[in-house]
């Protein structure tokens, strides 16, 4: 135990020292508030710019009208302004004068309307590009003359406007299910799923070359004179936790900070507020520990198996796809189709957390499932721990350019022998 304790400290202490490890651990936050920013900034105007289209309220409008559909061509805008047309008797004469460049826009409502329910809008702008949208007064001049002759609440039915309020029943006791239940639910397997998958995108690659680094340097040498194999790799299991939850931390902490902000100035709802469970979270954070834990034992086996980390980054990729693998069939834990890829990942270790989270993200994880589930991740960590023992007995000093299955097949070094 004094050994193990020995090699957490000196990992950890070696890791926090550097430099460049606070450096990526403060650039991985500042780098995702970047993205989203950008991201929200980026979507936000695109989206403004798509949905309201052209501005027509200074612009000279034009309209042949074949069905005498408008009534009236002078429109109340919501805005308080108005929209005025003029009118057409032809719909070459508007394109005429479209082609001469006399008025901005042209509308043609077209003589056989009623079949292809088809407008036609004539433009010569200086510049076309893709945000090119006239539609916006004509669709409005339609919807007022439509409206004038449909009830208020036809018109809601057919613009899909109507309002629907769901009502849940519990199944065991038959309470009402609000909002704020539902959640907090979802809250604990929600962060424990974005925070899985940071540690799997951030520190997956660090974790499979941990053990290739010292063999390749011929550390693991000197290290094997004063130290069992066991201590060692459970040590660098221990440590190398230790580090990615550090470095999760300095991720959280400006999260929860403006999560603070946010509820002092009332710009998170106050039904988020409500449904956030502490035990649900705790649960699951139980659950983020077992199935960090797992993860790192497997990555640890892949860094013992091969001697160079160029091996390790290939076999690794292969065991984070494992992992990752309920992400590509989504479509099983939505429906009620394909149950069995559904229990088959629930219950494969290396796919068994990310399945637990999704399960309980869309409802489909009953309490006991859960409880199986944890146990099942903590066995099979313990075991791929106990594996990467054996594999580094054998592996330890092991230098050639491929990996060499016979020797791992064989007995381990009795001197090693933990």
């Not at 834990?333 to 559904?342: A, L």
Request: hydrophobic share 50%; net charge negative; proline share 4%.
């Amino acid at each position: 135990m004094r050994k193990t304790l020995e090699v957490i400290r000196f990992e950890v202490m070696r890791s926090i020292k550097k430099p460049s490890f606070w450096a990526a651990a403060i650039l991985i936050p500042v780098l995702f508030g970047f993205y989203i920013f950008i991201a929200a900034m980026s979507g936000y105007s695109a989206e403004e710019a798509f949905m309201s289209g052209t501005d027509t309220t200074k612009m000279q409008l034009g309209l042949y009208d074949g069905v005498d559909i408008i009534d009236n061509l002078e429109i109340e805008l919501v805005d308080g302004g108005t929209q005025s047309f003029k009118p057409y008797e032809s719909e070459q004469a508007g394109i005429d004068t479209i082609q001469a460049k006399e008025i901005d826009v042209f509308y043609a409502i077209p003589d056989n309307f009623g079949e292809n329910l088809t407008v036609k809008i004539y433009t010569k702008p200086d510049k076309v590009t893709l945000l090119d949208n006239y539609s916006e007064s004509i669709a409005y001049a339609l919807q007022r003359r439509a409206t004038a002759e449909v009830s208020a609440i036809n018109y809601s039915i057919i613009t899909n406007a109507i309002n629907y309020e769901t009502i849940n029943f519990d199944a065991t006791d038959g309470h009402v299910v609000e909002t704020n239940e539902i959640i907090g639910k979802l809250s604990g397997p929600v962060i424990a799923l974005a925070l899985f998958y940071i540690l799997i995108v951030v520190l997956g690659n660090r974790l499979v070359v941990a053990m290739t680094e010292e063999k390749e340097n011929r550390i693991s040498e000197l290290m094997l004179t004063s130290i069992k194999p066991r201590d060692l790799i459970i040590g660098k299991i221990i440590s190398l936790m230790i580090v990615g939850l550090i470095q999760l931390l300095v991720l959280v902490i400006p999260v929860l900070v403006l999560y603070k902000v946010g509820i002092n100035y009332n710009v998170i709802p106050e039904f988020i507020q409500e449904g956030i469970n502490a035990l649900s979270i705790a649960q699951y954070m139980l659950l983020l520990l077992a199935s960090y834990f797992l993860f790192t034992a497997g990555c640890i086996i892949i860094g013992t198996m091969t001697p160079t980390a160029k091996d390790a980054n290939s076999f690794s990729s292969v065991f984070i796809i494992m992992v990752i693998l309920p992400l590509f069939f989504l479509g099983s834990f939505v429906g009620k189709d394909n149950q069995f890829m559904m229990y088959f990942l629930t219950y494969f270790p290396p796919s068994a957390p990310m399945s637990i989270m999704l399960r309980a993200i869309m409802g489909s994880l009953a309490e006991w499932e859960f409880w199986v589930g944890l146990v099942d991740i903590v066995i099979v960590g313990a075991l791929l721990a106990k594996l990467a023992t054996y594999i580094f007995c054998k592996n330890a000093i092991e230098f050639t350019a491929r990996i060499n299955f016979k020797k791992l097949l064989g007995s381990p070094r009795k001197s090693w022998k933990s």
